[in-house]
């Protein structure tokens, strides 16, 4: 019997989706240029099916592929982003592919690409796009989706992806855990929801990856803190993380940290931590991230000084110069009396920046979607970061809470659950960013938060003197307090007296 779909791209993503679309009762069949690849999967088949038939099938080229799949055709994507995912549709089209086929792209594509790629192939595909975040256990075994593109396309994947989301308590609002081969959640809600027209869903998956950004350097800071200022090892912070998991930072990114500080590393029994090199790697979206909100105007310094954080790190050997030249603070490390309530601040710290984050990266989505005509439902998109993406997070509940009680919420720091949030952690938070400064610990993504949390609350910004200052070098001329705003001033700064005049 043919195929329910057709799946191109067997790399370690690919695999996961299609083991998990075969969990989920489709039958698929797959194509990669490397056959090492298909042999890989049919072998995993054939072990996690047990006596059934098989559910996976492998083929070698594209004209195959469209023959073993029943018609319209429903191909999905999972190659690398940019030129591969055209490359591959032309090769699609090349073997016989048809204007009602829908191809799916599941990579991490630029936003602005989906949309061109989409216009390119109008009539001649449904190129529709559905981002995929959890990594490859969540490809396996539930992923949150962010499908966008034509409608009619949704409507004939929606049931494959719900199927293949991760899933959500509705009661506890808390992730379905799933661990197992061949048995899929029944029940729960999926962490899937149309998110709008093409390039709206990568859009919002790139601020979700902007966040991650910003949530991991949260962390790495906090550690950073107890490392070096309060002498702790990496098994007593992961200690630390294991209960704030417990609480309002509970997450999947505190989890896995706290992971990692507990591992050994197995050849010289030290701390994994310490045998890791200090350059991190990135591969674009929190670089896309902070780019879109420089042009959107909308500012996400948090998510900005991750980006750069990451730079920073990987010039180790300039910064290994540096150190030997640099001077920092004189000043001792915390005294042992003092931990308890040092860690109580970093909590409470972390708590408050975490919310500015969220709140910059849905500032960043209102926006761009507004520039571009979406109509994003910022709850919904709050409820599918529950369970399956990187940044699952209780918290998202309450996210998605604040925009359902007022769907036009203008930033999430205004909502009332928010404000009265950080009111009550904001001192801890102030002083945990006071204490690294003084101790000469670099904080770049808690402190710009709160610079943020700052900014945004001033009813008056020192922005009247910059106004000033761009009137005197270049007549740039501004608006006054106390006139109409569209009327412009200018001071003929040469003059005597200084006049100042309407232009
Ligand atoms: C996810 C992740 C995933 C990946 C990113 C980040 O949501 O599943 O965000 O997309 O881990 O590519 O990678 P970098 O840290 O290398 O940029």
Redesign the pocket.
């Known amino acids: 019997s043919l195929c329910d779909i057709g799946f191109i791209g067997a790399g370690v993503m690919g695999k996961n989706l299609i083991m998990n679309l075969a969990d989920n009762g489709y039958k698929v069949c797959a194509f990669d240029l490397d056959h090492n690849r298909l042999d890989a999967l049919l072998e995993q088949d054939a072990r996690e099916r047990g006596e059934r038939p098989p559910r996976v099938e492998a083929c070698s080229s594209y004209t195959e592929l469209l023959g073993r799949i029943k018609a319209p055709h429903l191909v999905i994507l999972s190659v690398p982003a940019g030129a591969p995912v055209d490359d591959v549709c032309h090769k699609l089209l090349d073997a016989g592919l048809k204007a009602d086929d829908i191809v799916v792209d599941t990579g ?1 594509s630029l936003w602005t690409d989906s949309v061109e790629r989409c216009e390119r192939f109008k009539g001649r595909l449904i190129f529709f796009t559905t981002a ?4 490859d256990v ?1 490809a396996r075994f539930g992923a949150s989706l962010m499908p966008s593109g034509d409608r009619y396309a949704w409507t004939r994947i929606e049931p494959v992806l719900n199927a293949i989301a991760a899933k959500v308590d509705p009661d506890s609002g808390r992730p379905i855990e799933r661990r197992e081969p061949g048995r899929p959640v029944s029940g729960g809600e999926p962490c899937a929801a149309y998110i709008g027209p093409i390039g709206s869903g990568h859009y919002v ?1 790139m601020v ?2 902007g966040i ?2 910003a949530d991991m350097q949260l962390i790495c800071e906090a550690y950073h803190m107890m490392r070096s200022a309060l002498e702790m090892t990496p098994a007593e912070i992961a200690k630390v993380f294991r209960e704030w998991n417990l609480g309002p930072l509970n997450s999947y990114l505190i989890d896995i940290s706290a992971e990692v500080l507990a591992t050994v590393d197995t050849d010289t029994k030290q701390p994994l931590v310490d045998v890791i090199l200090d350059r991190a ?6 670089l896309w991230t902070a780019l879109s909100s420089l042009e959107v105007g909308c500012p996400a310094p948090s998510i900005a000084e991750a980006v750069y954080a990451r730079s920073l790190s990987t010039r180790k050997v300039l910064r290994t110069r540096a150190a030997k030249k640099l001077l920092g603070p004189d000043v001792a490390p915390v005294e042992p009396a003092r931990r308890a309530e040092v860690i109580e601040q970093l909590h409470d710290a972390l708590y408050c920046a975490k919310i500015c984050v969220y709140a910059q990266g849905f500032d960043l989505m209102k926006l761009a979607a507004r520039e571009q005509g979406w109509q994003l439902n910022f709850a919904e998109i709050a409820r599918i970061w529950r369970a399956g ?2 940044i699952r997070a209780v918290f998202l509940q309450s996210i998605s809470d604040a925009y359902e009680r007022d769907l036009k919420l203008s930033n999430l720091l205004l909502d009332d659950f928010f404000a009265g949030q950080i009111a009550l952690n904001q001192h801890n938070w102030r002083r945990a960013v006071a204490d690294a400064s003084l101790l000469g610990i670099p904080v770049p993504a808690l402190s710009s938060a709160l610079s943020y949390y700052d900014a945004f609350r001033m009813e008056s910004l020192p922005a009247n003197l910059l106004q000033g200052q761009r009137d005197f070098f270049g007549a740039h001329t501004f608006s006054r307090v106390d006139r109409p705003e569209e009327e412009k001033y200018h001071v003929q700064w040469s003059e005597p007296g200084r006049p100042v005049v309407e232009v």
């Open positions: 991490n995929v975040s959890g990594g969540g998956k979700h990856n991650e950004y790697g990135q591969k674009g979206t929190g993406c990187i």
